[in-house]
């Protein structure tokens, strides 16, 4: 059972936008720490795809946004390509484990 | 750009002990805090714990009691045993860099070790 909970799955259509959802409680995202994103590709590690809620790493593509308020974080994909498909995962801390690390259970999304 | 390069032992089993090393290039090993999160088979990661150059870490409480995290600076390569491991120990374990900031996000991730735990 993963402390930030995502849906299992996600689908569209190349070119339309897909939200993943990311939500926390008042422990974690509510009480204000950062959500990161990361984007797993098929047989490859992680990588990190958006940090502290909004920010892209140099090289990530400006069709990839997140925003976060309150207890609950989203990753905004637009002009979806096939090559998007993935599993996204994201990620906090939360002050009721000593400000440990939280991850959610993962989203994988499928280019319809 | 710092890179990541890991390597253990793959197949273990029940009682044994986790050990994998992950080696750090084009960076240095004492300026960053250095992570170990691993990833079950049904995708979901955990945070295994953290240290640094300064042998200061931090441990996941649910597997404390068995994990020890090193530093080596000589080498520019960090390590991690986990002890005693189960069958439930499975999964892919992946060292990674830990953004040096208050925020704390992981980037570069190593390629990933698959450990496997059978008798």
């Known amino acids: 059972q993963s402390v930030l909970t995502q849906p299992p799955s996600v689908s569209g259509a190349p070119g339309q936008t897909v939200i993943i959802s990311c939500t926390g409680t008042?422990?974690?995202?509510?009480?204000?720490?950062?959500v990161h994103w990361y984007q797993q590709l098929p047989g490859a590690a992680p990588k990190l795809l958006i940090y502290?809620?909004?920010n892209r790493p140099s090289g990530v593509p400006e069709r990839f946004s997140g925003a976060r308020s309150g207890a609950s974080a989203s990753l905004v994909i637009t002009g979806l390509q096939a090559e998007d498909e993935a599993d996204y995962h994201c990620?906090?801390?939360?002050?009721?484990?000593?400000?440990?690390?939280?991850f959610g259970g993962g989203t994988r999304l499928t280019v319809l | 750009q710092v890179q990541l390069q890991q390597w253990g032992a793959g197949l273990l089993k029940p009682s044994e002990t986790l050990s994998l090393t992950c080696a750090v290039s084009?960076?240095?090993?004492?300026?960053?805090?250095w992570t170990w999160i691993r990833q079950y088979p049904g995708k979901g990661l955990e945070w295994i714990g953290e240290?640094?150059?300064?042998?200061?870490?931090n441990y996941n409480p649910s597997l404390k009691s068995r994990v020890t995290m090193s530093v080596d600076t000589s080498r520019n390569q960090f390590s991690l045993k986990l002890r005693s491991v189960t069958v439930a120990d499975t999964a892919v374990y992946y060292c990674?860099?830990?953004?040096?900031?208050?925020?704390?996000?992981?980037?570069?991730w190593g390629p990933g070790t698959l450990v496997t735990v059978s008798s």
């Open positions: 084009g960076g240095s090993i004492s300026e960053n805090y």
């Open positions: 990674v860099m830990s953004s040096n900031t208050s925020s704390n996000w992981f980037d570069p």
């Open positions: 502290a809620n909004k």
């Open positions: 240290t640094s150059h300064s042998a200061s870490t």
């Open positions: 008042s422990s974690n995202l509510g009480e204000g720490y950062d």
């Open positions: 990620q906090s801390h939360d002050s009721s484990l000593n400000g440990d690390v939280v």
